[in-house]
């Protein structure tokens, strides 16, 4: 079964920096490029961050670029986000999305991790 | 960064009805226009990828048209499973974008 699992989020204050978990299972990992995206409660959904098979490029939105790191392990099928001096606007639900042959579209998504950025 | 604006926000129809759901562009995508749906609670569904290609699974009552600005999500025949959120996202280079969703409701 296809399927990704993300772990790590939680309750942190603003400044402090937290990292973020996919677990992939059910395909070939390091075929595809993987992605985070998110939703903050009752909100719509944003694109954060974007990295190719092999980590050769990488993409973030205006609105966490310099702050947040994106990177990923093929050998532990692995995706990572690496975010830092949180801001409260930064709070939401999390998800890790694989995407498809076409590399536009995200085909399989994680359920989520809530971040919530708070003191 | 591209804007993508969907209309209407809400879309009131009952079951049966056929649903238009429009996106556009603030520049050219070509055809790297993406639909997802979404329910509460769940993470999003892939419907349709590069304009107007079905996902796997997918019904063939939802149809994707367009390219370059102006993109259009049809369901032809509203199921009761069909009420949810839809939204549209497109690829730039390494830059992405959704837009702000269309709630498809009860009438």
């Not at chain 1, 961050?49 to 973030?60: L, R």
């Amino acid at each position: 079964e296809v399927q990704l699992v993300e772990s790590g989020g939680g309750l942190v204050q603003p400044g402090r920096s937290l990292r973020l978990s996919c677990a992939a299972s059910g395909f070939t990992f390091d075929d595809y490029a993987m992605h985070w995206v998110r939703q903050a409660p009752g909100k719509g959904l944003e694109w954060v961050s974007g990295i190719s098979w092999n980590s050769g490029s990488t993409g973030y939105a205006d609105s966490v670029k310099g702050r947040f790191t994106i990177s990923r392990d093929n050998v532990k099928n692995s995706l990572y986000l690496q975010m830092n001096s949180l801001r409260a606007e930064d709070t939401a639900l999390y998800y890790c999305a694989k995407a498809g042959f076409s590399g536009g579209a995200f085909d399989i998504w994680g359920q989520g991790t809530m971040v919530t950025v708070s003191s | 960064e591209i804007v993508l604006t969907q209309s209407p926000a809400t879309l009131s129809l009952s079951p049966g009805e056929r649903a238009t759901l429009s996106c556009r562009a603030s520049q050219s995508v070509s055809s790297y226009l993406t639909w997802y749906q979404q329910k509460p609670g769940q993470a999003p569904r892939l419907l349709i990828y590069d304009a107007s290609n079905r996902a796997t699974g997918i019904p063939a009552r939802f149809s994707g048209s367009g390219s370059g600005t102006d993109f259009t999500l049809t369901i032809s025949s509203l199921e009761p499973e069909d009420f949810a959120v839809y939204y549209c996202q497109q690829r730039s280079n390494w830059l992405f974008t959704f837009g702000g969703g269309t709630k498809v409701e009860i009438k």
